[in-house]
Nanobody
Framework: QVQLVESGGGLVQPGESLRLSCTAS????????VAWFRQAPGKEREAISC????????YYADSMKGRFTISGDNAKNTVYLQMNSLKPEDTGVYYC?????????????????WGQGTQVTVSS
């Protein structure tokens, strides 16, 4: 059974950093791509980044380049999202997802398996 569990969210002040984790079970992370998305209150889910764990290639939505870094630890079956210089507009629920494919896509419609999400709140 494919499962994804996000963790690491919380309440931080503007300018601070957070590292989110997405731990996978039911499949071997080495072979597949995993993506991060977020959804702010009242807005549609948007893509942040994707990593193809089979070759290590990473991809970012244009608006997410610069402050976000995706990485993977295949030994731990976990994908991370490092978020720096956080802003109030980064507030939302952050999800990881996979479609059990090697390629990365930055469209939420492509993904079949989702975690439950972790809340990130950036506020002073």
């Amino acid at each position: 059974q494919v499962q994804l569990v996000e963790s690491g969210g919380g309440l931080v002040q503007p300018g601070e950093s957070l590292r989110l984790s997405c731990t996978a079970s039911g499949f071997i992370l080495d072979y597949y791509a995993v993506a991060w998305f977020r959804q702010a209150p009242g807005k549609e889910r948007e893509a942040i980044s994707c990593i193809s764990n089979s070759d290590g290639n990473t991809y970012y939505a244009d608006s997410m380049k610069g402050r976000f870094t995706i990485s993977g630890d295949n030994a731990k079956n976990t994908v991370y999202l490092q978020m720096n210089s956080l802003k109030p507009e980064d507030t939302g629920v952050y999800y990881c997802a996979t479609e059990l494919a090697r390629i990365c896509r930055l469209s939420s419609a492509a993904y079949d398996y989702w975690g439950q999400g972790t809340q990130v709140t950036v506020s002073s």
